[in-house]
Nanobody, 115 residues
Framework: QVQLVESGGGLVQPGGSPRLSCAAS????????MGWYRQAPGKQRELVAA???????NYAASVKGRFTVSRDDGKNTLYLQMNSLKPEDTAVYYC?????????WGQGTQVTVSS
C-alpha cells in the first residue's frame, strides 16, 4: 500500500507560483504512474499532470506551459510547480500513484487563487 501526503496549497494571488509536494511512504522509483488531479467545486476531477509508465509526462491543455511535474526519487517525492496561476486553477489538488494494479490517492490540498 502506498500512502501519499500532499503539501504546499493555500491562498495564492493571481499570477503566483506555488509548488505542491507529494511525499510517498515508499520508494517511487518502481511506481508505474504518478501525478496530480484536481477537482474544482461542482466539477469532475480532472488530470492535471502526470508521469506515465514510460516516464514521459502528460499535461492538461489548460495548464500546459504553466505547470511542471517533477520527481525526486531520492526523497520519494513528487512535485507540481504551478506558475501564472489563474482564478480558474482554484481546486483541491490530489496526488495519485498507480502501483501494482491499484490506484492510491492523497488527502488533497486546497489551492485558492484570489486577490
Amino acid at each position: 500500500q502506498v500512502q501519499l501526503v500532499e503539501s504546499g496549497g493555500g491562498l495564492v494571488q493571481p499570477g503566483g507560483s506555488p509548488r505542491l509536494s507529494c511525499a510517498a511512504s515508499q520508494s517511487i522509483f518502481s511506481i508505474n504512474a504518478m501525478g496530480w488531479y484536481r477537482q474544482a467545486p461542482g466539477k469532475q476531477r480532472e488530470l492535471v499532470a502526470a508521469f506515465t509508465a514510460d516516464s514521459s509526462t502528460n499535461y492538461a491543455a489548460s495548464v500546459k506551459g504553466r505547470f511542471t511535474v517533477s520527481r525526486d526519487d531520492g526523497k520519494n517525492t513528487l512535485y507540481l510547480q504551478m506558475n501564472s496561476l489563474k482564478p480558474e486553477d482554484t481546486a483541491v489538488y490530489y496526488c495519485f500513484a498507480f502501483y501494482r494494479g491499484s490506484m492510491y490517492w492523497g488527502q488533497g490540498t486546497q489551492v485558492t487563487v484570489s486577490s
